[in-house]
C-alpha cells in the first residue's frame, strides 16, 4: 500500500475514533491549529478561545508539553496529532475554499507542511514547500510575534502580525514575477487566479523551480503600519556554500533593488551591500559617507 | 429539439464561420473587421509597453552592472521598506554551519546562518518523526509517519 493511501486510512480511523475531540477542537478554532502546526510556546495560564491550556491538554489527540525545565510548569508547547491536523486541512480545504478564505489559507498550509514532510526525499523543493508553509502559518502568532521570537537569529523585536497573503511562484524571480499593476506591485497567483497586492498586507511568497531561480527561496514582506516599521525577510532555504556567502548576498541584492526606494543608483546599492556584509549599522555607514 | 442539441462550433471547425445566437455566420462585416484591427492594435501596443517597462525595470543584470548604473529617475515599484529592515535569512543543515555561525555574525552583520539544531527547535518537536527530517536527526530512532499517539502514551511520550 502506498505511503498517502495508506496515511489517509490512518487519518480516518484514528479521527472517526479516538481523536474525534481534537478534530472537533481544531475544526473550530483556526488558531489552535495554527498554535500545534508550528509547536508554539504558550504560558500555562494563557486562553486559547475560552479553553485554558490545562482543559484542552485533556482531550485526546493533543501533546501540551512542558517547555521549560522547572517543577511548575511555567510555559506549554503546543502540538497535535498530525493526523488530526491532516484531516482537518484536507476537510476545511474542500469545504471553505469558496466561503472562508482565511480559514482555506490556513488548511493549504497545513497540508502544504504535511504533504512536504512526510516524504523521505531530501530535495530541495520539499524543505522549501515545508519551511514556506511553516514560516508562514508562524508569522505573528503567539509566540511568534517579533522578529526575534520567529527568527531567533535576528535580534530585532519587530513586531509581527500573521500573514494574510501567500503564494508559491514557479519558475520565478522577483524580476519576473513583481509586476506594476493599477499603481501597485502585485504578482500574480496561479493557483488561486487572482492578483495579490504585495503592500496592501503581510505576504509571503515562495520563489520555487531550478529554472533562473531568485537568489532567496522565500520573500516574507510586512508593510508598515502608524506603530511599526515595514519588515523585509528574504530567505535561502537550503544554504551550502558558507565560502560564498558574499556572492550569495551579492545576488539577493540585485534581485532586490529594483523594488527598493532609491537603490537604481549604484551608492545606495552599495550602501545596503555593506549594511549587510560589515558588523556596522547602516547608520553608521550613512555618517561614515556624510563626514 | 433545436434548444437540446447544441449547434456545432462552424468557427473551429472551419476557421472561417462564428456562431450568434445559434445562428453560423462570417464575422467579416467592415464594422466588424473595423472593430477587431482596433482590438489587435492595442493589444500589439500593449504588449510593446509591457515588453518595455519589464526591460527598463526588472531585466536581470549583474552585480556589478547594477552597482554602476547611474541614478534612475524614482518609481512606483517599490517595496517601501528601509534598508535597515531588510534581512537575508540562510537556513543550513550541514554540519559545518555550526562552525561558521560565530564567524558569519561577526564579519557579516545581518547575515546569518540558522543551524539544524535552532531550526529543529523553531519549527517543533512534532515534525522531527517526519521522514523529511530524518536526516537530520540521524541518530534518532526511526517513528511512523503519521504515528497516533493518543491520551495517556501522549502524555507521557509526546513526541
Same mark, same amino acid.
Given at each position: ?291 | ?71 534612475? @529617475?524614482? $518609481?512606483?515599484?517599490? =517595496?517601501?521598506? #528601509? &534598508? ?7 537556513? /543550513? ?44 536527526? @540521524?541518530? $534518532?530512532?526511526?517513528? =511512523?509517519?503519521? #504515528? &497516533? ?7 507521557? /511520550?509526546?513526541?
Amino acid at each position: 500500500m502506498c505511503d498517502v493511501c495508506s496515511a489517509r486510512i490512518q487519518c480516518h480511523d484514528i479521527v472517526s475514533g479516538a481523536c474525534q475531540e481534537a478534530a472537533t477542537l481544531l475544526g473550530e478554532s483556526q488558531e489552535l491549529a495554527i498554535l500545534c502546526a508550528i509547536c508554539a510556546e504558550l504560558r500555562a495560564r494563557q486562553l486559547i478561545g475560552t479553553r485554558s491550556l490545562e482543559t484542552i491538554g485533556q482531550y485526546d489527540g493533543f501533546c501540551f508539553v512542558l517547555a521549560g525545565k522547572h517543577l511548575s510548569p511555567l510555559t506549554y508547547r503546543c502540538g497535535a496529532v498530525p493526523a488530526v491536523l491532516y484531516d482537518l486541512a484536507v476537510k476545511s480545504l474542500q469545504r471553505q475554499q469558496q466561503e472562508q478564505p482565511n480559514q482555506a489559507m490556513v488548511a493549504a498550509l497545513l497540508s502544504k507542511m504535511l504533504d512536504a514532510a512526510r516524504h523521505s526525499d531530501e530535495s530541495p523543493g520539499r524543505l522549501e514547500s515545508f519551511l514556506h508553509a511553516q514560516f508562514t502559518l508562524a508569522w505573528g502568532q503567539r509566540s511568534r510575534d517579533t522578529l526575534s521570537s520567529a527568527f531567533p537569529c535576528l535580534k530585532t523585536n519587530t513586531p509581527l502580525r500573521p500573514m494574510e497573503q501567500h503564494c508559491t511562484i514557479d519558475y520565478g524571480t522577483p524580476g519576473s514575477a513583481l509586476q506594476f499593476q493599477r499603481d501597485k506591485l502585485a504578482i500574480f497567483d496561479s493557483t488561486q487566479s487572482k492578483e495579490i497586492d504585495v503592500a496592501a498586507a503581510p505576504t509571503s511568497i515562495h520563489f520555487c523551480g531550478s529554472n533562473q531561480p531568485a537568489g532567496f527561496d522565500i520573500m516574507m514582506f510586512q508593510p508598515r503600519t502608524s506603530d511599526s516599521a515595514a519588515v523585509l525577510v528574504v530567505i535561502e532555504t537550503k544554504y551550502s556554500q558558507p565560502s560564498g556567502m558574499k556572492f550569495k548576498i551579492e545576488r539577493c541584492v540585485a534581485e532586490l533593488a529594483p523594488f527598493l526606494p532609491g537603490m537604481c543608483g549604484g551608492v545606495n546599492l552599495l550602501l545596503l551591500l555593506s549594511s549587510l556584509l560589515s558588523p556596522l549599522s547602516f547608520k553608521d555607514i550613512d555618517s561614515k559617507k556624510d563626514a | 429539439m433545436l434548444d437540446s442539441t447544441p449547434l456545432q462550433d462552424m468557427d473551429g471547425l472551419f476557421g472561417r464561420y462564428a456562431i450568434r445566437s445559434g445562428v453560423p455566420y462570417e464575422p467579416k462585416t467592415a464594422q466588424e473587421k473595423k472593430f477587431l484591427e482596433t482590438k489587435r492594435m492595442m493589444m500589439k501596443k500593449k504588449k510593446k509597453e509591457d515588453d518595455g517597462e519589464q526591460q527598463a525595470t526588472v531585466a536581470l543584470v549583474s552585480f556589478e552592472e547594477l552597482a554602476t548604473m547611474p541614478t534612475q @529617475a524614482t $518609481s512606483n515599484k517599490k =517595496l517601501d521598506v #528601509e &534598508p535597515e529592515n531588510i534581512y537575508l535569512l540562510c537556513v /543550513s543543515h550541514q554540519q559545518f554551519a555550526e562552525g561558521i555561525r560565530e564567524s558569519v555574525r561577526h564579519n557579516m552583520g545581518k547575515v546569518n546562518v540558522l543551524p539544524s539544531r535552532e531550526l529543529m527547535n523553531l519549527i517543533g518537536p512534532m515534525w522531527r518523526s517526519f521522514p523529511l527530517f530524518r536526516k537530520v536527526r @540521524a541518530n $534518532s530512532k526511526l517513528i =511512523l509517519v503519521l #504515528e &497516533p499517539r493518543i491520551g495517556a502514551s501522549a502524555a507521557a /511520550s509526546p513526541y
